[in-house]
């Protein structure tokens, strides 16, 4: 039997604190000396910013698992029951095994590919999961792989036109590529550690193993994706790379359908079975999967705009001043305002520090803003989404149809040349027209508009509510500093493909999976690549492909 291990939570210490310190606090803590412990690992660090006497005490808390050697007699210690019983010494996290052997075989029966449309989060972990299998694996994407998406989009920033194919949203990696690679989750999910190692194994910093804000960086996952795809290819995956999925091709019998082959740009393609990972901005693919049958609904958004600030305001306000602040980097927010009765709740989102604003768009004619930032976090401005929710429509793609109203007026507004039109959170407070030069990260420039009078009144209203009540926790995020650039509006899909809860099939289809933030079914690059991966084991474990 393997002796067993723990996991100690809480472990606090200042941010300035040597590293031979936190040996020496599990040494305190446990009453064990390290000549009993077996494999220290730390999982977990969070910052913690609470205030003490008006300033913040920085302090870092760490999550430790080890196990304890076969000849240690501190199993029955009583510091480690006491520990137990407080809660504070939990066993460690036991991570599942990759590969399925129960139904493996039967599913390896001829060659006709499983086929993944979508080479973002949700589609990339999938396909990691059934190549796990040593099963047939084709992943089709209508944009390009980073290479030469990254040289398109040099192409953009230069001409002002987007390419409707490959974009900030269409591409290896999706959406998130161009959106810093955030990982961190509310998600508490068994696998997550084994998707964030696998992406170590790739190049990713060892530093997203533990971080509680784990961040790649869209400079650094310009070097894993290709390193991913490579050991995908190694694992027989194959890749399609400008190739739309323009059409299904269904079979159906007894009242179930299959989908037997897909069309695309390319020509046809057999499949024994569908993972759909479209990203939450492939809304001519959702017009396609409507008219082939598959089931949408409409489904609560979030919409508002990007807010800027200096990074230093930010980190004043956060971390305070001095040595330690310094050590700890950029600092970071997370803000909510509540429902009232005067407003509906708002949020922060996506939070980029030392950060830049880009162009999220994929239509020629419409403007979306979005938040990225490379893993130095070495530009001087910080900018987060604040948002709002919208709830959902009785047409299924009417979510859609008010995502391109607002991006489109705002197009308008800016010049209709992905200009952005910009409004201080002062004026637009006081609802008036900012004056004067605003300055910004965002690429393509800023020309001062009245953002309030471009928008709903209720979403006015929710926005401003959450601005007041921002300011009490970060003096001058409402003042002249701030300033909102364009609209965000895709901080979220609003479609959702109904699909069954255990299996993960597409309802009326038996072997089509839909999965990711364009399915509705995740909200992030870590959620969205641990349900590709989840409903790939559901794939396989239940052996749902239909043999050709």
């Known amino acids: 039997m393997s002796a067993p291990r723990y996991r100690l939570v809480g472990l606090s210490l200042p941010v300035d604190a040597p590293q031979t310190a936190l040996v020496e606090a599990f040494e305190r803590r446990t009453g064990l000396g390290m000549a009993e412990v077996d494999s220290l690992q730390m999982v977990k660090r969070s910052l913690d910013a609470r205030r003490e006497g008006g300033a913040p005490k920085l302090s870092f808390v760490y999550q430790l698992e080890f196990g304890l050697r076969s000849d240690s007699s501190a199993r029955r210690s009583p510091a480690l029951g006491r520990l137990e019983k407080s809660g504070a010494l939990l066993p460690a996290r036991v991570l599942p ?87 961190y989750t509310r998600v508490d999910d068994e696998w997550e550690l084994p998707i964030v190692r696998e992406l170590v194994a790739c190049g990713a910093p060892a530093e997203i193993l533990y971080d509680s804000r784990a961040h790649i960086g869209t400079d650094k996952l310009h070097r894993v994706l290709p390193a991913l795809r490579a050991r995908l290819i190694e694992r027989g995956v194959e890749f399609r790379w400008n190739t739309r999925v323009d059409g299904l091709k269904v079979r159906e019998r007894k009242g179930v359908r299959s989908v037997t082959a897909i069309a695309t740009s390319a020509g046809d393609l057999e499949c024994r079975a569908l993972v759909l990972a479209p990203g939450h901005s492939a809304r001519s693919t959702f017009a396609m999967l409507l008219a082939a049958g598959v089931a949408l609904e409409s489904k609560p958004f979030q919409l508002g705009m990007r807010i800027e600030h200096p990074q230093e305001l930010i980190d004043r306000a956060q971390l305070g001043l001095g040595a330690a602040a310094e050590s700890v980097g950029a600092a970071y927010y997370a803000l909510v305002s509540k429902h009232s009765e005067q407003a509906n709740a708002a949020f922060s989102f996506c939070m980029c520090p030392g950060g830049r604003i880009v162009a999220s768009v994929n239509e020629p004619g419409y403007l ?24 959902a429509s009785a047409d299924p793609l009417g979510g859609v149809e008010q995502q391109r109203a607002l991006e489109q007026r705002f197009f308008e507004a800016g010049g209709a040349d992905y200009t952005a039109p910009a409004q201080r959170a002062s004026d637009f407070l006081a609802r008036r027209e900012s004056r004067g030069a605003l300055h910004s990260s965002y690429g393509f420039g800023t020309v001062p508009a009245r953002l309030d009078a471009l928008l709903e009144p209720q979403l006015v209203a929710a926005l401003e509510q959450a601005l007041l009540r921002f300011e009490r926790t970060i003096p001058g995020f409402a003042g002249d500093q701030g300033l909102f650039v364009g609209l965000e509006s895709r901080s979220s899909g609003p479609v959702r493909m109904p699909r069954g809860r255990e299996d993960s099939r597409a309802a009326g289809f038996d072997n089509l999976f839909p999965v990711g933030e364009g399915a509705g079914w995740a909200g992030g690059i870590m959620s969205a690549a641990i349900d590709g991966a989840r409903a790939a084991r559901a794939l396989v474990e239940r052996g749902l492909v239909i043999a050709r």
């Not at 039967?106 to 080479?119: D, K, N, S």
């Not at 269409?170 to 161009?178: H, L, Q, R, V």
Request: aromatic residues 6%; hydrophobic residues 40%; glycine residues 10%.
């Open 97 to 183: 095994k990759l590969r399925v052997e129960r139904a493996a075989e039967e599913l390896r029966v001829g060659r006709t590919p499983i086929a993944v449309l979508g080479a973002g989060p949700a589609g990339l972990f999938a396909a990691w999961m059934l190549a796990a299998q040593d099963l047939p694996v084709v992943v089709i994407d209508r944009g390009s792989n980073i290479e030469r998406r990254g040289r398109e989009l040099v192409r953009f920033h230069r001409t002002r036109i987007p390419d409707p194919e490959s974009n900030l949203l269409f591409g290896e990696g999706g959406a998130g590529t161009y959106s810093d690679g955030k990982l």
């Open 368 to 391: 979306c803003t979005n938040g990225m930032s490379n893993s130095r976090h070495s530009s001087r401005w910080a900018n987060a989404a604040l948002v709002t929710t919208i709830p």
